[in-house]
């Protein structure tokens, strides 16, 4: 089988890195008053749940320094009001279709005209197909990092196949009759997933899904969370290191978990570095008023060590039915498969 591939490559790097440490080093010069007229970020990400049904060996969901719970909807449209946010992404430390109010956030923010993306595991889209597709979602991301019981269960333990599977046929065939969302498959790329690769792009191509995504993992994996089975998992030359550029990539993006507190971005998973709490304060104090705005442009936080914002550097990689790569001086984002 031969695959269509194509690489997101960045080549100009040098002058990227010239102009992010010209940043660094100016910003902080910067008045406010100027900043201001950008105004405070409008894409943000919002944590409907934090707590999650699976147990996947690079996230830290089941191991969080914070306090588990559920959004209100009540709660969320706060938010809204206080954040006006242009874009949100329903995610962040839990799985976003277990709060029983998700549908009702989605359906309130397209009434705002709010673009609104959702990361999901894929467990609850066999049953939750149709409100999906009913509820105006613009943009879901479905995690699919195997064909059989065995290569899904070896990274996401406690999941199941053929429910996976199902889900997403069942959300295809729906989607054919409704439109949005525009879906994302996105595939990990470790040893069992590698292994039926095929079978994972020919079942991509039948359900005649919008994008596949093949990323290649990062050691460190998500919050800084380490993969303790990266040997069984995958090797090196799937493995990759985050670098840290010398200015944040993601200024104007913020992260809020689901009890209010606002987040530098999506790396700080356990709340250590929260600027306050928008049900408490109003989002131009929180962001203006505090000095953690100039420390997370300048990447000051011990999460940015580990940021996956960035381009990451890889090794060649290696496949059975695709060409090596050999990177050179190329940085590789993310693999981009075509499946038509």
Partial sequence: MTLDVKF????????????????????????KQFLKRF???????????????LRCHACPSDSL????????????????????????????MGEPFLNNEIFE????????NIKVTINTNGTTLYRDYEKIVESGLDHLNISLDGFSQESMNSYRKGIKASE?????????????QHGPPHITIRTLLFKPAIKELAQIVQFVKTCKIDDHRLITPIITGWGGKINTD??????????????????????????VTWDGEVLPCCNDVHGQ????????????????????????????????????????????????????????????????VNPY
């Fill in 65 to 92: 320094e914070r306090e588990y719970g559920k959004m209100t909807f009540e709660n969320f449209i706060k938010v809204l009001d206080k954040m006006d946010p242009n874009n949100i992404g329903l995610y962040f």
């Fill in 8 to 31: 997101k490559c960045v080549l100009n790097l040098n002058i990227k890195k010239s102009l992010k440490r010209s940043l660094s080093t100016n910003y902080g010069h910067i008045p």
């Fill in 273 to 336: 570095y929260s600027f306050g709490n928008i049900f408490e304060s109003s989002f131009e104090d929180i962001f203006w008023n505090n000095d953690l705005r100039l420390r997370k442009c300048r990447r000051e936080f011990s999460i940015c060590d580990i940021c996956m914002d960035e381009e990451v550097e890889a090794d060649a990689i290696l496949y059975e039915e695709m060409e090596t790569i050999k990177p050179d001086e190329v940085y590789i984002e993310e693999i981009i």
């Fill in 230 to 255: 990266a040997d069984k998992l995958g090797n090196d030359k799937h493995r990759v290191k985050a670098g840290k550029p010398d200015v944040c990539p993601s200024l104007f993006r913020m992260a």
């Fill in 164 to 176: 996976i599977l199902q889900g997403i046929k069942l959300l295809s065939m729906a989607k054919e």
């Fill in 105 to 112: 956030m989605i359906k309130a923010a397209k009434k705002r």
């Fill in 39 to 53: 105004g405070t970020p409008r894409n943000i990400v919002i944590e409907p749940i934090a707590g999650c049904n």
